[in-house]
């Protein structure tokens, strides 16, 4: 499975981006695509995830309610839409798929998923 996640950029508090995340290869195989994000000095965190087949979603807490992940099954792409975006929510964006029959939607370890794009950069300005 290959992933490649397009669309960050610079927006100012309060504004809206959306991320996207196509998915090649062996996508039969996917079970769950996740989202996580890296600022600066910080460790990889995550930040929502959605079953590839279901649709059903969860989410990090700092990002609950301003954040929407969503998928369309036809073009094998996974969506992130952020709204009302703060500066801590800078950092580069990286999307993910889960290959596991074990991987569950609420499990946050980056271990638990095996195919990583290569990131994009979201930065929101004060």
């Known amino acids: 499975v290959q992933l490649q996640a397009f669309r960050g950029g610079l927006v100012q508090a309060g504004g809206s981006l959306r991320l996207s995340c196509a998915a090649s290869g062996r996508t039969f195989s996917i079970y769950g695509m996740g989202w996580f994000r890296q600022a600066p000095g910080k460790e990889r965190e995550f930040v929502a995830a959605i079953i590839w087949s279901g649709g059903s979603t969860y989410y990090a807490d700092s990002v609950k309610g301003r954040f929407t992940i969503s998928r369309d099954n036809a073009k094998n792409t996974v969506y992130l839409q952020m709204n009302s975006l703060k500066p801590e929510d800078t950092a580069v964006y990286y999307c993910?798929?889960?290959?596991?029959?074990?991987?569950?939607?609420?499990?946050?370890?980056?271990?638990?998923?095996?195919?990583w794009g290569q990131g994009t950069q979201v930065t929101v300005s004060s």
């Open positions: 993910a798929a889960s290959g596991r029959s074990g991987w569950y939607l609420a499990d946050r370890r980056v271990s638990t998923y095996d195919y």
